[in-house]
């Protein structure tokens, strides 16, 4: 009898030691019995989290204290949804979560081990929501959201983290092998077919943050991790699902939200190939509006596809066999829609706006730039930016003038890339047709 592969993360968690603790406490259990079980380590946790004590994973007082620290963080989302919850009580407890996170934080270097041992015990106690038998959906789900939160960059008054805080903050979590045991726990419950689409989008959200993480030594994820990683994005991007004409339009969207996601996985990785797969291909058809792309993507997805795709202009200009003129054209194409919805929406009223117009059109300025210092020929790729930058995205990030898209498309229209694939050994490697992006 073959092993699922969510009981095989489940073994692996309790060689680990993560599931179960001496106190052997289990959500059915109440919050009430929970409570006064925990009674007796509420000093040695206030000693742990303020960093008075320094977290020992061999101390038997300190691993039973973290355990039931991140049951009291976890646990709420099934007690909370046993009967119908209040309305803001089951996203309070993923805020609790990120905020307690937060105020650890401020105790370190006293709290580093603390911190991690904590995580390492959350992402366990987040499997056992997800996959408890009489749980319920949006307790799982809002357990994939506190998975999703322990690598991510927040906002701090409106703006995201430094990029160096953001490391420093995601440097305890993820230490000792918490990044890889974070990682192919996502990739094992994405795999699990009783795991909705809200669960996975969540996981492939946490995905994209691991990957977005800046560059360390040695490496966060094992390569062998990184390579299943974007295989399975891959495979949930070229995944073709064909919705019934009664299907309501909430739930198409709500699936390619979905997709954005797993898009933004292979946007933050910046790996053009990998083994037989080419990641770099797949944006170029999410940004070139693919019409073999089903459902139709939307702007977003193509906005998230093109800075993925300027972003591996370093690692395609060392691959012989891209053509990064071809996949030039995918980039102007939506950078041309882009123009166009941008255009009519962005003099609305702030309530109308679809989209933050402004950032977007500095995020695709900032991609492209790094595309411009990256690849140098064929002189395409450098007149194509020029264009983009000149007649769309400088207009919009100013807000001060209406964009030229017209002319831009114009351009494209007169100025075909001269390559007619994106790798030289492979004429199938193309785009094709441009179906139209709708937001």
């Not at 489940?10 to 006064?36: H, T």
């Not at 990184?226 to 699936?255: C, N, W």
């Amino acid at each position: 009898m073959r092993s699922h592969p969510v009981h095989l993360t489940l073994f692996a968690l309790v060689a680990f030691g993560l599931i179960g603790s001496a106190l052997g406490q289990r959500p059915e259990d109440g919050e009430i019995e929970f409570e006064k079980k925990i009674r007796a380590s509420s000093d040695m946790r206030k000693d742990l989290r303020k960093g008075d004590v320094s977290a020992n994973p061999k101390e038997k007082a300190h691993v039973e204290a973290i355990n039931d620290q991140a049951r009291m963080l976890v646990y709420p989302l099934y007690w909370r949804t046993v009967s119908k919850p209040e309305v803001g009580k089951v996203n309070a407890v993923v805020d609790e979560f990120s905020s307690n996170l937060a105020t650890y934080q401020r105790g370190r270097p006293a709290t580093n081990a603390f911190i991690q041992l904590l995580c390492k015990e959350v992402i366990a106690r987040c499997v056992e929501i997800i996959q408890h038998p009489t749980g319920k959906p949006i307790a799982g789900i809002n357990a994939a959201r506190i998975l999703a939160t322990i690598p991510q960059r927040r906002m701090e008054r409106g703006m995201l983290l430094a990029e160096k805080t953001w490391i420093e903050e995601t440097q305890p979590r993820l230490a000792d092998g918490n990044a890889e045991l974070l990682a192919e726990t996502c990739l094992t419950l994405i795999a699990d077919p009783k795991m909705t689409d809200g669960h996975r989008y969540w996981l492939y959200r946490c995905l994209a943050s691991l990957l977005s993480l800046p560059t360390q030594a040695p490496p966060l994820l094992k390569a062998e991790t990184m390579d299943k990683i974007l295989v399975k994005a891959i495979d949930q991007i070229e995944k073709k699902v064909v919705f019934p004409k009664a299907t309501s339009r909430q739930e198409v969207e709500g699936y390619k939200m979905l997709r954005q996601q797993a898009i933004i996985v292979l946007a933050s990785a910046g790996q053009p190939v990998v083994g037989d797969k080419r990641p770099i291909l797949v944006l170029a058809r999410i940004a070139g509006g693919d019409t073999d792309v089903a459902p139709a993507p939307r702007l977003t997805e193509r906005i998230e596809a093109t800075i993925g795709l300027a972003r591996m202009g370093a690692a395609s200009a060392k691959l012989a066999d891209i053509q990064m003129d071809y996949a030039m054209g995918a980039i102007v194409s939506t950078v041309i829609e882009f123009g166009k919805q941008g255009n009519g929406n962005r003099v609305e009223p702030t309530i109308k706006r679809l989209r933050p117009w402004k950032v977007d059109a500095a995020r695709l300025n900032e991609a492209l730039d790094e595309l411009k210092a990256s690849v140098k020929a064929p002189r395409y790729v450098q007149d194509a930016i020029q264009e983009c930058q000149s007649k769309v995205l400088s207009d919009l990030e100013k807000d001060n003038n209406l964009s030229k898209f017209n002319e831009l498309n114009d351009w494209l229209t007169s100025n075909a890339p001269p390559s007619k694939a994106l790798f030289k050994s492979d004429p199938k490697t193309t785009i094709k047709g441009a179906a139209a992006a709708p937001e």
